[in-house]
């Protein structure tokens, strides 16, 4: 496995109920992004983390979203009370520092969530 | 304004054309991507530039941060060329943000 895992590839929940999307970096990269795509739109950023630590949250809506990355296992985007405008394209991206000229990404396939 | 803007939005060439896709952005960077994204796919890392030019197989990307302008070229495309060609860039005080281009849904026909 050399890339980033998403899981689930689609996902479909009612409104009101939770969305987990599960995010699996690059073995042995430790910085993870998160973006998301609307239809019809460009990405843009929510989220970023290291080990333990989320570095910035600037692009993430204040309520009902929140992210993790613990120290074992997948970062996790966490979607509470879904309403219709949630439903996008998340994708994760990871690197093995921070992604500035030094460091490329390596993004996965991203989930697709729909809220009906 | 967008911070990053491509042209055109859309291209539909034959197959065996050049193809040009261009990027223009306003603020300062400390590197530019090019991905690609198939329908529904997920996102390809296609070149990751702060100077110069990069060459990969049949794909080409030229940077000039002078002009704040970057091409993506296409040499002997092939309808698998198919796909959006997305343009981001790491601004210079974020140091990891992307900010995204709006894509160019590129479709080579046989």
């Known amino acids: 496995n050399a890339g980033v895992m998403q899981n689930p590839r689609h996902l479909v929940r009612r409104r009101g109920q939770e969305a987990r999307l599960r995010c699996s970096p690059v073995k042995g990269h430790s910085h993870v992004y998160w973006y998301r795509q609307l239809p019809e739109e460009g990405l843009k950023f929510m989220v970023y983390l290291q080990k333990e630590n989320i570095i910035d949250e600037s692009g993430m809506p204040k309520e009902r979203f929140s992210a993790e990355f613990p120290k074992e296992g997948p970062s996790i985007l966490r979607i509470q009370q879904v309403v219709r405008g949630d439903s996008a394209a998340y994708f994760c991206?990871?690197?093995?520092?921070?992604?500035?000229?030094?460091?490329?990404?390596?993004f996965g396939s991203g989930t697709r969530l729909t809220v009906v | 304004k967008n911070e990053v803007e491509q042209s055109p939005q859309n291209l539909t060439a034959q197959e065996g054309e050049f193809i040009t896709i261009n990027c223009s952005y306003s603020?300062?960077?400390?590197?530019l991507h090019w991905l690609q994204q198939h329908p529904g796919g997920g996102i390809v890392s296609l070149f990751m530039?702060?100077?110069?030019?990069k060459k990969h197989g049949r794909l080409i990307a030229t940077i000039n941060i002078q002009e704040k302008h970057s091409s993506l070229h296409i040499t002997a495309s092939h309808p698998r060329d198919s796909a959006v060609y997305i343009c981001?860039?790491?601004?210079?005080?974020?140091?990891?943000?992307?900010?995204w281009g709006a894509g160019t849904k590129l479709i080579i026909k046989p």
């Open positions: 981001a860039v790491i601004r210079m005080d974020s140091n990891y943000q992307l900010i």
């Open positions: 603020v300062g960077i400390s590197a």
């Open positions: 991206a990871s690197s093995p520092g921070q992604g500035n000229s030094n460091y490329g990404y390596t």
């Open positions: 530039l702060s100077s110069g030019k």
